[in-house]
């Protein structure tokens, strides 16, 4: 007979499998803070899930750019770190997603069609945080919740 060991029924679920990688996590780095409070919010979205576990790599800073290849000894191509899109910085998932040229635009742009002041909080929590958070009732921010899914996931 097959058991889960991680769960008191002894049934492998979700939330227990999601619990014990947590628990793993301090080893390698456990998010806190605003990070910790933003991934717990990432998932109550009305977003694909494939969506969802992509912004939810993001917000750990676990997707595959240049600077996160680098740092796990990957080769890369002779164009080193930096950005593919506009070759300034270090490709990091905040310079990738928030602060290249090619994509601050877009930000600016789903700023101005809600009808906000644009302004872009440092780091990925923050951002998301500040973005998600402006809105007034439940359905309003789960609204913002998938907006903010979609510019991630369209760039």
């Known amino acids: 007979m097959w058991s ?4 008191f029924n002894g049934r492998c679920s979700v939330k227990s499998a999601y619990t014990t990688l947590f628990k793993g996590l301090p080893d390698t780095g456990a998010p806190e803070g605003e990070v910790l409070q933003a991934i717990s919010r990432v998932w109550k979205s009305w977003a694909p899930s494939k969506v969802i576990i992509f912004s939810w790599q993001l ?4 997707i595959p750019s240049r600077s996160n290849l680098f740092r796990r000894g990957v080769p890369l191509p002779v164009g080193g770190v930096g950005c593919v899109f506009c070759d300034a910085l ?6 990738l997603f928030f602060s290249c040229p090619q994509f601050f635009l877009m930000w600016y742009q789903v700023s101005k069609w809600l009808g906000w002041e644009f302004s872009m ?9 500040a973005f998600t958070g402006l809105g007034v009732g439940k359905r309003f921010r789960l609204g913002l919740l998938l907006v903010w899914h979609d510019v991630i996931w369209t760039i």
């Open 90 to 95: 270090s490709e990091s998932s905040v310079h």
């Open 4 to 7: 889960w060991t991680h769960s």
């Open 121 to 129: 909080p440092q780091g990925l929590a923050r951002q998301f945080q």
């Open 59 to 62: 917000l750990l800073d676990r």
